[in-house]
């Protein structure tokens, strides 16, 4: 298959919703497929995994994507204060429904597959390989927010005499059902064997940058963990046991010569088209008319920005791969005033950072009673912090596409390499066996790109470490957090798995709710503290409880319990 019928076929998946898909499963026969005719070919199958393909958000809209949007973090404080998720048990969440929808899915292929006489052996093998890893990947999301959960591992009948174990059965162990997720993540990357040089279709690697992904929360969140926040006591050998698949996995990719870095990183977010990047394991294509996004228009026009924080700004190393508590260089966050334009600039600040912060921010900050048009066209925007986000915007499109919410075209970066060598870097360094080596084909490969001075296995420490890791692991902690900034809501998770989720709290860490300096612009109308700073707190406060580590079990789930006379468990302190 040539790569313009592969590209044609990615939007055609990520475009269309497949209803009809489901319709024959609820539907009597009339002169349409019917779940007794329908799996007869290989073609068919293919069109009934194409719906896992929505899973695959990319950019999406306000609401519906894990670039930018996610504020929960430190990285940014969010136009309107950002507090926890749920602060009690909701009526029913998404990922609980939806999650379970796509297993259901899953197991239907799985069923129907083998009794399909007209594919070969190694076919089924393959559509079997990505109905697991959807499988494993759905119950991983369902862990990671809920804790224990129910594996299913069959279409689910109502009539069926083991109902009652599948449909009002207790939670399971949420490590049992990740052992169960590991199996069919390892019979997916073992038998995913088509579309191998496709960049938008799922195969081995794909399959592979899941399972490194999986592995590594896994492995790190068992390490992490703590028995008093109401979850499993921290468990050592199992933590290694899942770290070591996940530098497996991520191995596997960066062994494959069919990937490499993008010569550019801000290339990676804000291209009209990646087909041509091999850093892309896998990428959404948006096409003009006919798949858009909002992604570009939140970031550059009327809408106030969720600004980068003063936490993460102070995060990027200067030019000499030194952070701000030690460095000799010019340490100052003072812009200077531009007479000619009124304008706070960042030039010179940025001039002796990390590469990557001048790829991610504006270089003149923009907030209330100084906005600012990017690129000098368009509506001005505003930064709940002052610093502006830029990375996703692209000045060669047209404003009156970039500005409106119905019309972003831009590819977005689904899973990529970067995010590969920094799985691998940190599964090392969590294994305790991380040598000059293994940093050297990582981690050195985006500071080389980034202009920095490489990682060592002893860096110089840092005071701002506080999350009791060692020095090489607070490292490559920070290169996670200024590589993936605003990305896939990396930092929420991370925070999760490093069991570092009260550095979420605003009082304990103000510096998350912090923006710019701003104090020598006399037209400035933001709050500002008293040393000149923006301040986004909104006179709240986010207050951490060890309780948002999990999800509160919706209230419809516990409810269809009762009325079948059983009980669904709540998770601790909801």
Request: a negative charge.
């Amino acid at each position: 298959m040539n790569m313009k019928l592969n590209r044609l076929i990615a939007i055609a998946l990520f475009a269309t919703a497949f209803a009809s898909c489901e319709k024959f499963l609820d539907q009597p026969p009339v002169d349409q497929f019917t779940n007794d005719n329908y799996w007869s070919s290989e073609t068919n199958v293919e069109k009934f995994t194409n719906r896992f393909y929505d899973l695959f958000i990319g950019y999406g809209t306000e609401g519906n994507s894990v670039f930018y949007f996610p504020t929960l973090n430190d990285n940014q404080a969010s136009g309107s204060f950002r507090d926890w998720n749920y602060k009690q048990v909701p009526a029913s969440v998404g990922t609980w429904n939806d999650c379970y929808t796509n297993i259901r899915r899953a197991n239907l292929l799985i069923e129907k597959i083998p009794t399909i006489s007209a594919m070969s052996d190694a076919a089924k093998n393959n559509w079997l390989g990505v109905a697991r890893l959807i499988r494993a990947w759905q119950h991983y999301e369902l862990v990671r927010s809920f804790g224990d959960v129910i594996w299913v591992d069959k279409v689910l009948d109502v009539t069926s005499d083991d109902k009652e174990a599948y449909l009002y059965g207790p939670r399971q162990d949420r490590d049992e059902v990740m052992d169960k997720v590991l199996e069919d993540l390892n019979f997916a990357v073992a038998n995913i064997t088509m579309n191998a040089s496709s960049y938008v279709l799922i195969n081995a690697a794909v399959a592979q940058a899941i399972k490194s992904e999986i592995c590594l929360y896994e492995g790190t969140f068992c390490k992490y963990r703590v028995a008093a926040d109401g979850q499993k006591a921290p468990d050592v050998t199992r933590a290694n046991k899942f770290l070591t698949e996940a530098k497996a996995a991520a191995n596997a990719i960066m062994g494959n010569s069919m990937y490499q870095l993008n010569k550019s990183y801000q290339a990676n977010y804000n291209s009209i088209d990646l087909k041509d990047n091999k850093e892309m394991i896998l990428y959404k294509h948006y096409e003009m008319g006919v798949l858009s996004h909002s992604m570009i228009a939140y970031t550059s026009s009327s809408t106030k920005q969720n600004g980068l924080s003063k936490a993460a700004f102070d995060s990027y190393l200067f030019t000499d791969g030194k952070p701000l508590a030690t460095t000799s260089m010019d340490k100052t966050d003072h812009p200077t005033l531009d007479p000619a334009t009124g304008r706070l600039k960042l030039d010179a600040i940025l001039a002796v950072r990390d590469s990557r912060l001048a790829a991610s921010i504006d270089n003149v900050l923009m907030y209330d009673g100084n906005d600012f048009a990017r690129f000098g066209v368009g509506m001005a925007t505003t930064s709940s912090t002052g610093y502006g986000v830029s990375k996703f915007d692209n000045g060669t499109i047209a404003t009156n596409y970039r500005q409106n919410t119905q019309s972003n075209y831009t590819d977005a970066p689904v899973i990529w390499l970067a995010v590969i060598y920094l799985n691998y870097a940190e599964a090392c360094a969590e294994l305790g066996a991380c040598t000059q080596a293994d940093l050297d084909i990582s981690i050195n490969k985006l500071r080389d790109r980034a202009g920095m001075p490489h990682l060592t296995t002893t860096p110089e420490a840092d005071p701002a470490n506080n999350m009791g890791v060692s020095d090489l692991i607070w490292e490559i902690r920070r290169e996670r957090r200024v590589e993936l900034m605003f990305d896939n809501n990396d930092r929420y998770w991370s925070l999760i798995r490093w069991h570092q989720l009260d550095k979420l709290d605003t009082q304990q860490y103000p510096d998350q709710l912090r923006g710019a300096y701003v104090k020598d612009d006399p037209k400035v109308t933001a709050k500002t503290d008293a040393e000149g700073y923006i301040v986004n707190t909104h006179d709240l406060v986010r207050i951490y409880d060890k309780k948002h580590y999990l999800v509160p079990i919706p209230r419809d789930q516990i409810s269809l319990y009762e009325a079948a006379g059983k009980t669904l468990t709540q998770n601790p302190g909801w």
